[in-house]
């Protein structure tokens, strides 16, 4: 594995906290409260169906995810501040490992309590929340904007958009990281709702942990690889 490109270790990073998100998203929305932690699109669009009376949408629970998502993006990028691109500042590390500690966190305070109430599912969901919006300022330094980490539907249309079917050509490269990044959604959706079917939320949640911990890693090493790359170049 020596001989892996900074990139593609950037790369397998990104697509691995992708996983982590479609297995919260699949958690929040399946054992918890009907909501999404990730997927913002969805949550606008359910608080506009409940803000109409629409039974079984919770309104206060989706704009509590909302607004923790907002405030997470803020947090975190506030603690990033600027940093050159191509490159996960230790900030942005510290960043993803607070959210992995918060996500553990919830497993563990979910399994010991066992049933948890309605405050406390909706703090649940609102912290969960707030980790993808810090998720998504800790890599935005990297600039890989094909995989967000959060959602796929723009990648999804660029990836159609600029495919030969539509009369035009993306690198290979640039393909492959769109692609895998819906297929990482769609992986962790299943992974979360099985897990959730085995053994519960809880579990669900540590499975995310143990993805957005080895995403960490990948991307530390991408980064420290590439610094190893810029200092010998310059030499």
Same mark, same amino acid.
């Given at each position: 594995m020596s001989g892996v490109r900074p990139v593609a270790w950037h790369t397998a990073g990104l697509l691995l906290l992708t996983l982590a998100t479609g297995i919260i998203d699949a958690t929040s929305y399946l054992? +918890?409260?009907r909501v999404f $932690? &990730?997927?913002? $699109? &969805?949550? #606008? +669009?359910?608080? &506009? =169906?409940?803000a109409t009376g629409v039974p079984g949408i919770p309104l206060l629970n989706n704009t509590l995810? +909302? #607004? &923790? =998502?907002?405030v997470g993006a803020v947090i975190g990028s506030r603690t990033i501040g600027k940093v050159k691109p191509v490159s996960l500042p230790r900030t942005a590390v510290w960043v993803l490992v607070a959210t992995a500690v918060i996500t553990f966190g919830s497993a563990v305070f979910w399994h010991v309590t066992g049933e948890i109430n309605q405050a406390e599912m909706i703090t649940m969901t609102t912290l969960l929340a707030g980790c993808m919006g810090a998720q998504v300022a800790a890599v935005k330094p990297i600039g890989n904007a094909d995989i967000t980490t959060v959602v796929v539907t723009s990648t999804i249309a660029n990836l159609a958009r600029e495919s030969r079917l539509a009369g035009h050509g993306q690198p290979s490269h640039v393909w492959r990281h769109r692609a895998g990044a819906i297929a990482a959604m769609g992986a962790g959706a299943a992974i979360g709702a099985l897990a959730i079917k085995v053994s519960g939320g809880p579990l669900s949640l540590i499975v995310a942990g143990v993805a957005g911990v080895a995403a960490l890693a990948a991307l530390v090493v991408g980064t420290r690889k590439l610094a190893t790359s810029e200092a010998s170049a310059a030499a």
């Open positions: 054992a +918890l409260d $932690t &990730g997927n913002m $699109t &969805g949550n #606008v +669009l359910f608080i &506009g =169906f409940a995810a +909302l #607004v &923790g =998502f907002f």
